[in-house]
């Protein structure tokens, strides 16, 4: 009979590296995670989930990109939210919870839209994770991230069901590619003059539970990047 192989763990350090656990996973580079640097767009129910997951992985560099405010509505799937924080920027709130948390890892806080921040938070970026509810804000993100080669990972929930992608440009498919001719349509609709658009108002559905599973995807293909 065939002796068995024993195979030795070292469990000196085990009580005092908090990533322990998943730097005995054969080929995982912890250092490579360490030295990341992720831009999240969104800091809403599913913002709030990946950046959680991601800091328990140990990314490096954190930059959270939101100009909204906690509303009571974000209660119910917003882990790092409570009722105390109600009115408050969401990015500095979430940035601060985060930080206490995980004081190793470096996050920064920019309480404007997207379209309005500075390019070079996405040039020094490594990978982008979009968290937005708006699809135009999603495509917007989705044209900057091509035109500076930069992935993307990008997902969205409503009601039961979620969705995730990656895009890496030159390589894969982009939120553009296959577009279904119903989203162009709302596009579209966004720039008739004078009208208000309902679908670009109107609050998405949503359980918590959702953001939970897909933030893991998230979390997964942005670490995997």
């Not at 009580?15 to 054969?26: A, G, L, P, T, V």
Request: charged content about 25%; proline content about 2%; some cysteine.
């Amino acid at each position: 009979m065939q002796d068995k192989e024993t195979v030795k763990i070292d469990m000196s350090n085990s009580n005092s590296d908090i990533y322990d656990r998943q730097k005995r996973i054969h080929d995982f580079d912890q250092s490579a995670l360490s030295q990341g640097n992720v831009l999240i767009i969104g800091a809403g129910a599913l913002g709030n989930e990946c950046t959680k997951n991601l800091c328990q992985a140990g990314i490096g560099r954190m930059t959270l990109v939101d100009f909204d405010n906690i509303e009571v509505s974000n209660l119910n799937r917003c882990v790092w939210y409570t009722h105390d924080d109600i009115g408050s920027p969401k990015a500095i709130v979430l940035k601060d919870k985060l930080s206490s948390q995980f004081t190793d890892i470096s996050i920064n806080a920019i309480t404007q839209r997207f379209e309005d921040m500075d390019e070079q938070l996405l040039i020094d970026a490594d990978v982008v994770v979009s968290c937005v509810d708006s699809m135009d804000t999603r495509l917007t993100i989705n044209s900057y991230c091509m035109d500076f080669s930069i992935p993307l990972v990008d997902g969205g929930t409503e009601a039961f069901s979620g969705r995730v992608q990656t895009v890496i440009p030159g390589t894969t498919p982009c939120l553009e590619c296959g577009r279904r001719d119903v989203k162009q349509k709302i596009m579209n609709a966004r720039y008739r003059c004078g009208e208000l658009v309902d679908v670009f108002e109107r609050s998405t559905a949503a359980i918590s539970t959702c953001p939970t599973a897909a933030s893991s995807i998230l979390r997964a293909s942005s670490t995997g990047i």
